[in-house]
Structures are given as structure tokens and as C-alpha cells.
């Protein structure tokens, strides 16, 4: 399983699967759509919306491992 960590961008996440743009867009994160967020990693999103980082890596992560399986 691919493991998203703090340090991973929002482009590589994104990459990795792109059904993540419904958990960021759910959360109010719609940095998918700017072109700053191919080099901005899931710690600095999370800051600049406000939301908690490692909840959000929890999601993410939650997520990925349901659709593996």
C-alpha cells in the first residue's frame, strides 16, 4: 500500500489516486485545482486551510487502504 505521509505533495497524492479530490473538496481543500499545489505537500495544505494534519493523513490514508481492498 502506498503510504501518504506529511511530506507527501498534494500533485503525488493526487497521483497516487485521483479520487482523493472528493476527500480534499469535502474538507474545503480545493488546492487540486491551483496550479502551486503540484509542490505543495499535504503538512502546508493542512496549515493553510486550518485543518489538523494528521487527521487529514488519517483520512487520506484510511481511504487509500479501503480501495486496495
Same mark, same amino acid.
Given at each position: 500500500?502506498? +503510504?501518504? &505521509? +506529511?511530506?507527501? &505533495?498534494?500533485?503525488?497524492? %493526487? $497521483? &497516487? @489516486?485521483?479520487?482523493?479530490?472528493? %476527500?480534499?473538496?469535502?474538507? !474545503?481543500? /480545493?488546492?487540486?485545482?491551483? /496550479?502551486?499545489?503540484?509542490? =505543495? &505537500?499535504?503538512?502546508? $495544505? $493542512? $496549515?493553510? /486551510? !486550518?485543518?489538523?494534519?494528521? @487527521? %487529514?493523513?488519517? @483520512?487520506?490514508?484510511? #481511504?487509500?487502504? #479501503?480501495? =486496495? +481492498?
Amino acid at each position: 500500500m502506498t +503510504k501518504i &505521509t +506529511k511530506d507527501t &505533495t498534494i500533485g503525488e497524492a %493526487l $497521483a &497516487t @489516486d485521483p479520487g482523493l479530490v472528493n %476527500l480534499f473538496s469535502a474538507i !474545503g481543500m /480545493h488546492c487540486f485545482g491551483c /496550479h502551486f499545489s503540484a509542490n =505543495e &505537500t499535504i503538512e502546508q $495544505a $493542512a $496549515a493553510v /486551510h !486550518g485543518v489538523d494534519c494528521d @487527521d %487529514l493523513l488519517e @483520512d487520506i490514508n484510511n #481511504y487509500l487502504e #479501503y480501495q =486496495e +481492498k
